[in-house]
């Protein structure tokens, strides 16, 4: 039988079901939704033992213990014949330095709640990512470092891991790109356009400085952009305004490395013949972007590039580490880090499982989501995709692409190179949990426009909404029932005169699924708050208190009966969001959020405002500066010491050797500092 979310009836135990396992999904026809907990279906009897993995019954428990650990468990998941298979992949972070807080919100953290969402509707869902790890950007790095480009990548491809760790992002691989498998999936595919006329070999001119003799990458030529004006350009984007560029294009350029004016040299490579493929990928693009309901952000750049038309493009350097190309000829060439780093997608997947084609080669049952920042949209709607399309292979094509906008920091721009803003350690070092700052940032998602993160916000968001709203209803439930009903859910009826709530809560719980469907993901987790707020309506309106409960117990225990309900609801909705806070035993013990004091937006501000560059610099300067003294302290301490020998030698030894050193002791421990 169909029944309403808001409808309340009993079934044959007696029990009361505020909202049904069954519903009519109001775009997606009828569905059995494991976001739809039946609810209050409860022994009345049963105690709330805060330790208990289950208040009420869920009917997929597992959205509440979600771990990225439990996410890699065995066996592999793959897709299934006839059932919904998603594939999720986040833009691969490239491994030059700490993700900043842009970086987490924009692809990782968001496609992370894409994949809770759906692993606990009962998808088949497998979500991968990885580090981008090629490039000369890693080369440079690496003799800055002085160390290999080999152990520079699993340097920071470390850091990444923990940091993501650290903010509870699930994966069910996180790999990389250095491997047998990347090399072997990206030059088969490099093969195959070559075969089908889709590469061709050209010389062209390629930035050189001559200061110190080799052939420049595009991000390591800098100057003003042609369309701008910015003056911080790069070779190969500018940051500004994201338009492709070429090093050439840009108006005075310098050298990143020593400033020298780079020269044209001519150097011979191939190139992707884009233009040569333009209508095959208009021909799949253009129903790809209505069928996948592709957000704003994510047509506009992709139909502009369509528009001004695509140009062939340089997919080889003149570097050592990256993919050989494979070609006679070309051994001292590898293939171009914007050519390979999509094709890191199935070779990370192929690292997870030697079945990996199930997922890339198999369009009927699969569908790939793919969330990355807008400046990585053509990579991911027109160049990879019109790899695949030349190979003339089948492959799973993206089905919805998701662009985050920019996230600034406090009226600026994060920068992971220019190392500006918060970035992931940061976030651990303020001693706040994950689920807060994953909280902040989800609910400041730039989906349709650039976000600005802010420490005073940031505090606010906490203490007016995850403590005053979420915070509050649960604790304040928790303890009512343990102090009034010894911990003992209540037999209860609801009362007609709650309909208006339970039908206010319904259409909540339907703009929440439609929400989450349609990857809106900041809208989401704003509905999920005001499941809190009906709640805490719905105690505010029937003064629930003792005095209620001595007066009015039917009332009370009705109140009480409900607000659990909705309570076990909201761990259900906030789970992708708080996969911490949803932890069964969190709600059953109350909810661990606390003030977090006003000032602190001001301490946060200026121990956050430099860039990291500079806060590393003033670390440097301060730890230099520290053993300067250290070294002045113990110099002087070794004077004092021989003072103080020759002082007692003067005297005619009226003191012993051993009295002399227990003197020169105490002045070395008066006068060198312990740090």
């Known amino acids: 039988m169909m029944i309403d979310i808001g409808e309340a009836h009993t079934n044959n135990t007696g029990n009361k079901k505020l909202w049904s396992s069954e519903h009519q999904s109001p775009t997606k026809g009828p569905m059995n939704h494991p976001l739809l907990p039946v609810a209050a279906a409860v022994d009345k009897k049963k105690k709330l033992t805060f330790k208990s993995a289950n208040l009420l019954p869920l009917r997929n428990p597992a959205i509440l213990t979600l771990s990225p650990h439990a996410m890699t468990t065995e066996p592999k998941i793959l897709p299934k014949k006839g059932e919904r298979n998603i594939l999720i992949t986040s833009a691969l972070p490239y491994v030059n330095n700490v993700p900043h807080l842009g970086n987490i919100v924009g692809s990782v953290l968001s496609a992370d709640v894409f994949s809770r969402y759906h692993k606990a509707c009962g ?63 990206s030059q088969t ?12 070999e050209k010389t062209a001119e390629q ?26 350009a790069r070779g190969d984007q500018c940051d500004k305004c994201g338009h492709l560029l070429d090093p050439f294009d840009l108006i005075n350029p310098r050298c990143k490395l020593d400033g ?4 044209k040299r001519a150097t011979k490579h191939i190139h992707l013949l884009l233009d040569k493929l333009q209508p095959e990928i208009e021909k799949w693009v253009l129903p790809a972007m209505e069928k996948g309901d592709w957000p704003k952000n994510s047509r506009v750049i992709t139909e502009s590039w369509l528009k001004e038309g695509l140009k062939d493009r340089g997919i080889t350097r003149d570097l050592k580490w990256g993919v050989p190309v494979p070609l006679e000829g070309f051994e001292n060439k590898v293939l171009y880090v914007w050519f390979e780093a999509c094709i890191g997608y199935p070779s990370i997947t192929a690292n997870y499982t ?22 990585n949209v053509p990579f991911h709607s027109v160049i990879f995709p019109g790899c695949q399309i030349g190979t003339k292979e089948k492959w799973t094509q993206l089905h919805h692409l998701n662009t985050a906008e920019y996230l600034n920091y406090e009226g600026g721009k994060f920068s992971k190179s220019r190392g500006i803003g918060v970035f992931g350690n940061n976030a651990k070092d303020t001693g706040v949990p994950p689920d807060v700052w994953r909280y902040y940032l989800l609910k400041n998602r730039p989906e349709t426009g650039d976000t600005q993160f802010e420490w005073r916000s940031f505090v606010e968001s906490n203490n007016s909404e995850l403590l005053a709203k979420l915070g509050n209803l649960v604790n304040r439930v928790i303890k009512l029932v343990a102090a009034s009903y010894d911990s003992t859910i209540p037999d209860f009826t609801v009362p007609e005169s709650f309909q208006p709530n339970l039908d206010e809560i319904t259409g909540l719980l339907r703009q929440y699924i439609e929400e989450m469907e349609s990857v809106h993901l900041r809208a989401g987790i704003s509905t999920a708050m005001k499941l809190a707020e009906a709640g805490n309506g719905l105690i505010q309106a029937n003064r629930l208190d003792n005095s209620l409960i001595a007066n009015d117990p039917e009332r009370a225990a009705a109140v009480v009966g409900t607000v659990l309900n909705l309570i076990y609801l909201l761990a259900s909705v906030f789970a992708p969001y708080l996969p911490a806070t949803s932890k069964p035993q969190d709600r059953q013990s109350g909810l661990p959020f606390s003030r977090i004091d006003p000032k602190k937006a001001d301490l946060w501000r200026d121990m956050f405002g430099g860039s990291q560059a500079d806060r590393q610099k003033k670390e440097e300067e301060a730890a230099k ?8 302290d113990a110099a002087k301490a070794k004077k004092k010491e021989k003072r103080a020998k020759a002082a007692a030698a003067a005297e005619g030894g009226a003191a012993s050797d051993e009295v002399i050193d227990q003197v020169a002791d105490g002045v070395a421990q008066v006068t060198i500092p312990s740090s």
């Not at 595919?189 to 061709?200: H, P, T």
């Not at 500066?625 to 002045?632: I, M, P, T, V």
């Open 189 to 200: 595919i490099f093969k195959r356009l070559y075969e089908n006329g889709y590469l061709a």
């Open 123 to 185: 998808h088949q869902t497998l979500y991968i990512c990885g580090t981008d790890e090629y490039g000369t950007a890693t080369e440079t790095k690496a003799l800055e470092e002085k160390v290999t480009p080999e152990e520079l990548c699993a340097k920071y491809n470390k850091i990444h891991q923990e940091v993501y760790e650290w903010f509870g992002i699930g994966f069910d691989h996180f790999g990389r790109t250095p491997t047998e498998k990347h090399t072997e999936i």
């Open 260 to 263: 020298a004016t780079p020269v």
């Open 354 to 375: 030697p079945d990996w084609e199930l997922w890339w080669r198999n369009p009927e049952e699969v569908q790939l989501y793919q969330f990355l920042g807008k400046d």
């Open 625 to 632: 500066a520290a053993a300067k003294k250290a070294a002045k």
């Open 207 to 232: 930035p050189f400085c001559e200061t110190h003799g080799s052939f420049l990458a595009d991000r390591y030529v800098e100057g003003e952009c042609p369309r701008c004006h910015y003056d911080d």
